[in-house]
């Protein structure tokens, strides 16, 4: 009688990996290898994962994965199965681009499982623009500068898209969040991106967004700043006692030689006023720094943040 220990929903490959089925090992596993059993030294599979992992270290060429592989060989080979901890050249590597998964193809597979990771996870994502020396992204034309939207905790980028020379951020913003499930998520980004169709787009795919206000929206800017410039209760000439609602939150991070106390206020009390899509909130922000050597201070700066968000009071914090 034979015993197995895998689990109905699991699967095992040549070299004694156990997966589960539906994961990207299980896809890569589907693969056909056109290759012939001639001189082929690693299987189908294994090349690909090595592809992947690399690419989720930063590694975006061949040479590249190459490379990082021969300085993993010993985790890489206990972690595969392997035998012998050779790793593969790097013109096997361009060879499975060329004759069996197009880049593009296996990109698109590496996006969808990184999302998946993150599918149903409140977490912080962020739109950043890159400039870029030497590199590119698959199917696009050849370009200098992307747009990126990753987990700010996790590092890992779930989408991109080719920055053109006659766009900017903001018209290619759009196509980099619809590749995305927002469901639960908090988008954030630079002040050039706080704009109100990409605010609605947001809302839309059910996320919420936090963005500074600075100089390109002068007016919102002064009307949030003179919100907050009114003391709780002041008293106003013929008027009385002006009553806010506002909020507060401090706390205090000490690393890196330097104390950073954050104070954050934020108040509802322009929602009716601002033709924002889906304001919940304004609010301020103040970073004061403090630095140390031996334990003496050598410096102090502080600076200040301004911005909407479609967070409610229970959900937004330093």
């Known amino acids: 009688m034979e015993y197995s220990t895998l689990k109905p929903w699991q699967g095992i490959s040549e070299t004694g990996i156990i997966y589960e089925f539906g994961s990207l090992y299980a896809r890569f596993e ?32 061949p040479v590249e994965i190459a490379d990082w592989a021969a300085n993993h060989a010993e985790q890489l080979a206990e972690l595969l199965g392997l035998e012998r901890i050779w790793m593969p050249h790097h013109n096997t590597i361009r060879r499975v681009y060329q004759n ?3 880049e593009e ?19 912080v994502l962020a739109l950043d623009g890159k400039t870029l020396r030497g590199t590119g992204i698959s199917d696009h034309k050849k370009n200098d500068h992307v747009l990126s939207l990753y987990g700010v905790e996790s590092q890992h980028v779930l989408a991109q898209a080719s920055v053109d020379r006659k766009e900017n951020e903001i018209t290619v913003a759009p196509r980099v969040l619809e590749q995305v499930d927002l469901s639960g ?67 205090v991070n000490k690393g890196h030689g330097r104390i950073e106390k954050r104070i954050l206020h934020t ?40 911005g909407v968000t479609s967070l409610s009071k229970t959900s937004i914090s330093c």
Not at 196 to 219: A, C, T, V, Y
Request: glycine share 6%; proline share 4%; with cysteine.
């Open 30 to 61: 589907e693969i056909e290898d056109p290759r012939k059993a001639r001189g082929k030294r690693y299987s189908l599979v294994t090349l690909l994962v090595i592809i992947f992992l690399g690419k989720l270290c930063g590694q975006d060429n």
């Open 100 to 102: 069996i998964l197009r």
């Open 267 to 306: 108040s509802t009390m322009l929602n009716n006023y601002l033709k924002w899509p889906g304001l919940a909130q304004v609010y301020r922000l103040e970073r004061q720094f403090t630095w140390l050597r031996k334990g003496q201070v050598i410096k102090r700066s502080c600076e200040t943040e301004f």
């Open 185 to 251: 998520k908090v988008i954030t980004g630079d002040a050039l991106l706080a704009q109100r169709k990409l605010s609605s787009q947001i809302i839309e795919q059910e996320g919420d967004f936090i963005w500074p206000i600075k100089d390109n929206h002068p007016r919102l800017l002064a009307d949030i700043q003179q919100l907050f410039a009114i003391p709780d209760e002041t008293p106003r000439p013929g008027f009385g006692k002006v009553l806010t609602d506002f909020q507060c939150v401090n706390t």
């Open 105 to 123: 193809e296996f990109n698109q597979m590496a996006q969808e499982y990184s999302q998946q990771e993150h599918a149903g996870k409140r977490e």
